[in-house]
C-alpha cells in the first residue's frame, strides 16, 4: 500500500452499512513463534467512561489528522511512545463499537501492526497506568477466559472476558471484541 492510499477502504462507511469511525486503535503484534500483543491499562480518571479498563493504543480522530490510521500511529505515540509507521501495518481489521453498555456507542477503526521486535514502551501516565505485552497463546487459551461482573454501571450482568497474568484486572468490552474479530477473520 502506497503511502497515498487510504487503507479504510475496506473498512464500512458511513451510510446504511454502518457508521462513519471516530475514532481507531492499533493491535500491536510482535513477532515470533508466539507472537505477544500490547495491552495498556488506562488510568483511573472520573471523567473517562473507560477509567481503569485495559485497552489498545489508540483514540479520537482530530482535525490534523489524515485519515483514521493518521489518527491511530498519533494516539499510539502520544499514549505509549511506541512510534509506528505506516509500514509496519498489515491490514485495517472490521470497524468495532465501543461504549454500546455505557449508551455512547462510537465506532471505531482497528489497525493490525507487526514490529520485528518489541518497541521501548513509555507510558503518558496522565492517561495511561500500565502496559502489557500479552502472547498469543496466553490470549487465545480457553483456561485464561471467564465471565465476570464487569460494568459498575450493569454489576448484575456477566460479561466474557480473559484474566490478565499478573491478577490486575480482565480484558473485556470493546477490547475482548476487537481481540475476538480477528482470531475470527481471514
Known amino acids: 500500500m502506497s503511502h497515498s492510499e487510504s487503507p479504510l477502504s475496506a473498512l464500512p462507511g458511513p451510510g446504511p452499512a454502518g457508521p462513519e469511525a471516530a475514532a481507531a486503535v492499533a493491535l500491536i503484534r510482535v513477532k515470533g513463534e508466539n507472537p505477544e500483543y500490547l495491552l495498556l491499562r488506562r488510568a483511573i480518571n472520573p471523567k473517562d467512561p473507560w477509567s481503569g479498563h485495559f485497552a489498545l493504543p489508540g483514540g479520537r480522530r482530530e482535525p490534523g489528522d489524515p485519515d483514521l490510521l493518521g489518527t491511530c500511529i498519533r494516539e499510539t505515540f502520544e499514549e505509549s511512545g511506541v512510534r509506528l509507521e505506516r509500514a509496519h501495518l498489515v491490514r485495517p481489521l ?11 456507542p462510537m465506532a471505531v477503526a482497528p489497525f493490525l501492526f507487526e514490529m520485528a521486535a518489541k518497541p521501548e514502551v513509555r507510558l503518558d501516565e496522565r492517561e495511561i497506568a500500565e502496559a502489557h505485552w500479552l502472547p498469543e497463546d496466553y ?47 481471514p
Open 139 to 185: 490470549l487465545r487459551d480457553p483456561a485464561n477466559r471467564l465471565m465476570a461482573a464487569m460494568s459498575e454501571k450493569h454489576p448484575q450482568l456477566s460479561f466474557p472476558c480473559i484474566k490478565v497474568a499478573d491478577g490486575s484486572g480482565a480484558i473485556w468490552g470493546f477490547t475482548f471484541g476487537v481481540l475476538e474479530a480477528f482470531w475470527e477473520s
Open 94 to 104: 472490521p470497524l468495532a463499537i465501543a461504549g454500546n453498555h455505557m449508551g455512547i
